[in-house]
């Protein structure tokens, strides 16, 4: 029952988070392109990269974990919001802008982990 409450607290903070990203970064794709939430996965990607990175062999609980990545990511990013953008891109006939945003957002997303993980391990590294 505790790891169900980590995971509620945790989605809590998480969304928003995920509304603040909206707020801040949407202005940027005007009307058309959904930057909000590509802004708020990718930010959400490299922060789990670094934190696995991070906790990675640490005796983290998993009430903490769930909280960690299952409540405040999972809140934060969106991939339902994400497919429901993209399929609303294709339907209105903006097949060049949905190709994009599906593309950077999976090959960022990906680069993103990547370099939150690779950050976290030098840093551990050299520290």
């Known amino acids: 029952m505790l790891n169900v409450l980590a995971i509620l607290s945790g989605g809590a903070v998480g969304a928003a988070f995920r509304q603040l990203m909206f707020l801040?970064?949407?202005?940027l794709g005007?009307?058309?392109f959904p930057a909000g939430t590509l802004a708020a996965n990718l930010i959400?990607?490299?922060i789990m990269g670094l934190l696995w990175s991070f906790f990675e062999g640490t005796t983290?609980?998993?009430g903490w974990?769930?909280?960690i990545f299952t409540g405040f990511l999972g809140g934060f990013t969106t991939f339902s919001t994400f497919a429901r953008e993209t399929t609303q891109l294709f339907r209105a006939g903006q097949w060049k802008t949905a190709l994009i945003y599906l593309a950077v957002s999976n090959l960022l997303g990906i680069f993103m982990v990547v370099a939150g993980y690779a950050l976290t391990r030098k840093i551990h590294?050299?520290?």
């Open 125 to 127: 590294l050299s520290g």
């Open 44 to 46: 959400g990607s490299f």
């Open 24 to 27: 801040i970064f949407q202005p």
């Open 30 to 32: 005007g009307e058309v």
């Open 60 to 62: 983290l609980t998993q």
């Open 65 to 67: 974990r769930f909280f």
